[in-house]
T-cell receptor, first 110, second 111 residues
């Protein structure tokens, strides 16, 4: 069974700082997801990636398949980026679901 | 476009009462459907998944059950809730390798 570890667990930063959240997994995967969970609980899918790098606005996600590691970066962070960021690994085809990290609780202070 | 509806958003139920959470998907057919739970201080954990009508697989033994009466409907139930059933419940669907779409979640508090 895949084990997904995220770091840090909690991160507080000042507005404008560059943020990096890390995710490591133990078993080879077909895809890795980055999710955002706001205080109300709703979850938004940010990225799904299986190699390389993806960018959406101020968010960048990278993955290194050989090292079994992914990072989520936020440039020019803003208080509205405050949320829990979760990585989830998809280990197989179809029905076996995702293995989730415990999440990184990010607070951006103005 | 594909959407997923999950309700209610929040629920407070007494111990011993029944539970029914519903999730429906639009804009796709024969999706894989999932129920996840996030207990306090823990990551999301897969509870049930379904690859078709009437086909339910359970990942962990618990006080809950799931049913899929229609292709795009997935229901999470309990006959008698326990305090330990409190948590955040999330429905999701996928079509194989095309990523996952998540519902908005239900925060259940058992009192």
């Amino acid at each position: 069974k895949n084990e997904v570890e995220q770091s840090p667990q909690n991160l507080t930063a000042q507005e404008g700082e560059f943020i990096t959240i890390n995710c490591s997994y133990s078993v080879g995967i077909s895809a890795l997801h980055w999710l955002q969970q706001h205080p109300g609980g709703g979850i938004v899918s940010l990225f799904m990636l299986s190699s390389g790098k993806k960018k959406h606005g101020r968010l960048i996600a990278t993955i290194n398949i050989q090292e079994k590691h992914s990072s989520l970066h936020i440039t020019a962070s803003h208080p509205r980026d405050s949320a829990v960021y979760i990585c989830a690994a998809h280990s197989g085809g179809g029905a076996d679901g995702l293995t989730f990290g415990k999440g990184t609780h990010l607070i951006i202070q103005p | 476009s594909q959407t997923i509806h999950q309700w209610p958003a929040t629920l407070v139920q007494p111990v011993g009462s029944p539970l029914s959470l519903e999730c429906t998907v639009e804009g796709t057919s024969n999706p894989n459907l999932y129920w996840y739970r996030q207990a306090a201080g823990r990551g999301l954990q897969l509870l049930f998944y379904s690859v078709g009508i009437g086909q339910i697989s359970s990942e962990v033994p618990q006080n809950l059950s799931a049913s899929r009466p229609q292709d795009r409907q997935f229901i999470l139930s309990s006959k008698k809730l326990l305090l330990s059933d409190s948590g955040f419940y999330l429905c999701a669907w996928s079509a194989g390798h095309y990523g996952y779409t998540f519902g908005s979640g239900t925060r259940l508090t058992v009192v």
